[in-house]
């Protein structure tokens, strides 16, 4: 999959936070690279938490191939037995507490449903620059627009 441009592209040398809905966006029919997904979002600043969030259904072989990738994979609450909405919970309570946390200038979260409106909002609210990195079909309009900045994934 290729990385689409950045809109307002940033040019700080900040720390960021990246969460990244897997249930959402780990699936076969977007082919996501975290190498790449890694490398767009280093353009926004140095990389200081990178979770990809999962479901009981992810693999073995998924969970190593994201550490390999230098992303921590995290089951949702409920660890295998966790529910997709679950992972949701336990992503955006990740992603909040990223947004109290002084060392953390921007928030990026790769999804692309509404669920996560409340942490952007939150975020902005804190002066954190926000990110939003998803793609079509699905992409929640109302995401992108409350968002700072916002890559599209082709």
């Known amino acids: 999959m290729v990385l689409g441009k950045i809109k307002n592209k940033v040019d700080r040398g900040e720390n960021v936070a990246i969460f990244v809905d897997g249930p959402n966006v780990v699936r076969k029919e977007f082919d996501l690279d975290l190498d790449e997904l890694r490398e767009k979002t280093e353009e926004f600043g140095n990389i200081k938490v990178a979770k990809v969030f999962l479901n009981q259904y992810a693999s073995d072989k998924l969970i190593e191939a994201i550490i390999s990738q230098g992303f921590e994979a995290e089951l949702g609450l409920g660890g295998e037995k966790a529910k997709e909405s679950d992972v949701d919970v336990y992503m955006a309570v990740n992603a909040v507490e990223s947004v109290f946390n002084d060392d953390i200038d921007t ?48």
Request: no cysteine.
């Open 107 to 154: 928030i990026v979260l790769v999804t692309r449903d509404t669920d996560f409106l409340p942490v952007i909002q939150k975020a902005k609210e804190h002066g954190k620059e926000t990110v939003v990195i998803g793609m079509e079909p699905g992409f929640s309009t109302a995401l992108k627009n409350a968002a700072d900045q916002v890559v599209e994934l082709e």
